[in-house]
C-alpha cells in the first residue's frame, strides 16, 4: 500500500471515527486477524510493527517494556531485539477470548501464545488462581508466573456521603450489578435471583439497579430478561443504566445496598469488587476464580456459582441483617484502602521488578 494511503487510514480524525462506532469484538468472528497479530514480524500487521519499534527505539529508549495482555505478545520478539528491552507480560483474562475462536485457528493462537510467551522474562497474573490455572494451560512451571493483586483508583470514592448507609432508614433497599450485560457476566443470574427475592416478600420494597457496557451484542439478552421481568410483574422497580461515565459508576455504586457479581468462568481479577468496596458496599460473588481470595478479606459472601437461588439467599442473608451488612462493608472499605488500590498496586508493581531483577 503507498505511504499516502496508510497516512490517510492512520490518521486520527478517522481513527476516532472508526472508533466510535466500534461494538465489542467477537472472537468467533477473528480468528485469522488474531493468528496474524500473534505471528508479530511474520504477520500482516508488520509494517506497523516496525514503526512502532522505530518509534520506541527514537524517543522511548525503554528499559523494561510491559505488554498488558498476551494477545499482543506478537510484538514482543521484534520489540526485544530492537530496543534491548527486558520485558513483562500481566496476564488478563485471555483464555476466555481464545477459546471462543474457531477452529483451526483457536489451537494456532493457543500455540503461537506459547511460544512467544517462553520469552518473557517477567509473568504475571492478577490471582494466584489465574496464575495456577494459565502455567497448566500454557504448559509453564507455576513458579513461572507471579502474582500481583489489581489495585483501584480511589479518587472520587466519599463513603461519607454514600446513599446506601441510608438503606435502612429510608426503607428502600437496592440489590445492584455492574458489568458488562452479558451471560458470561451473569446478568441473567442477577436478575433471576431478583425475581425469587422480590416473591419470598422478605424484602417487599426491594429495587434492582442494573449498571455496566453495553453494546448491540449485548441487546438481545437485554430484551430477553425485560421481557422475563415484565412476565414476573417487577420491571417498575428495575433501573438501568447502561455505560455509565466513571462519576455516574461511583453514585450508582453508592446508591446499592448489596452489589452481586455472580461471573461463569475463569474470573482471573475482579475489579468490581474492589469498586463496590471503595463505594462503601458489601459483595455477593461465587464460590470460584479469583471471588474465595478476595473474600477472604471480608466484604461480602459467596454463593454457589450459575445458582440463582444459592444467589438469592446470600444477598437475603446480608440484606435481613444490617449489622452484618455493615460489617461486611466496613471490609471491603478496609481492604480496599490497605491492599488493593492503585498506589499499593504500583508499590509491589516497582518491588516485582527488582526482586526478579529487572
Known amino acids: 500500500m503507498p505511504r499516502w494511503v496508510h497516512r490517510l487510514l492512520a490518521s486520527r480524525n478517522i481513527l476516532d471515527k472508526i472508533g466510535d462506532r466500534a461494538a465489542k469484538t467477537q472472537p468467533a468472528e477473528v480468528g485469522a486477524l488474531t493468528v496474524s497479530m500473534l505471528a508479530g514480524e511474520n504477520g500482516r500487521q508488520r509494517r506497523e510493527l516496525d514503526e512502532l519499534c522505530r518509534w520506541l527505539k527514537r524517543e522511548q529508549k525503554p528499559e523494561i517494556v510491559c505488554f498488558s495482555d498476551a494477545l499482543l505478545l506478537g510484538m514482543h520478539r521484534k ?14 483474562g485471555e483464555d476466555g477470548f481464545l477459546d471462543e475462536i474457531k477452529e483451526p485457528f483457536r489451537t494456532e493462537c493457543w500455540n503461537l501464545v506459547r511460544e512467544r510467551i517462553a520469552e518473557v522474562d517477567l509473568l504475571i497474573a492478577p490471582s494466584r488462581f489465574f496464575a495456577d490455572y494459565m502455567a497448566a494451560r500454557l504448559q509453564l512451571p507455576p513458579t513461572r508466573i507471579h502474582v500481583l493483586y489489581n489495585g483501584i483508583n480511589l479518587d472520587g470514592y466519599d463513603v461519607s456521603t454514600a446513599p446506601n448507609r441510608l438503606s435502612r432508614y429510608s426503607g428502600e433497599q437496592a440489590l445492584g450489578f455492574f458489568a458488562r450485560l452479558s451471560r458470561a457476566k451473569g446478568f441473567d443470574l442477577v436478575v433471576d435471583a431478583f425475581i425469587l427475592l422480590r416473591k419470598r416478600s422478605t424484602l417487599p420494597n426491594l429495587k434492582l439497579k442494573i449498571g455496566g457496557g453495553c453494546t448491540r451484542w449485548n441487546e438481545p439478552l437485554l430484551e430477553e430478561l425485560r421481557a422475563k421481568l415484565d412476565a414476573a410483574g417487577f420491571s417498575a422497580d428495575v433501573s438501568l443504566h447502561p455505560n455509565p461515565s466513571r462519576s455516574e459508576k461511583i453514585a450508582l455504586l453508592q446508591s446499592m ?5 455472580p ?3 475463569n474470573t482471573p481479577s475482579a475489579l468490581t469488587v474492589l469498586e463496590a468496596w471503595a463505594a462503601g458496599v458489601p ?19 459467596l454463593h454457589e456459582q450459575e445458582n440463582a437461588e444459592s444467589l438469592a439467599d ?20 478496609a481492604a480496599v484502602r490497605e491492599r488493593f488500590n492503585a498506589d499499593v498496586m504500583a508499590t509491589e508493581f516497582v518491588r516485582l521488578l527488582h526482586e526478579q531483577g529487572l
Open 283 to 301: 459483595v455477593v460473588a461465587p464460590n470460584n476464580a479469583v471471588f474465595p481470595e478476595l473474600l477472604e478479606h471480608g466484604g461480602g459472601l
Open 257 to 261: 445496598s448489596v452489589c452481586v457479581i
Open 314 to 333: 446470600a444477598v437475603e442473608t446480608l440484606l435481613l441483617d444490617e449489622s452484618r451488612r455493615q460489617t461486611a462493608a466496613q471490609s471491603g472499605l
Open 79 to 92: 520489540v526485544k531485539a530492537e530496543t534491548g528491552a527486558k520485558t513483562v507480560c500481566i496476564l488478563s
Open 263 to 265: 461471573a461463569r468462568g
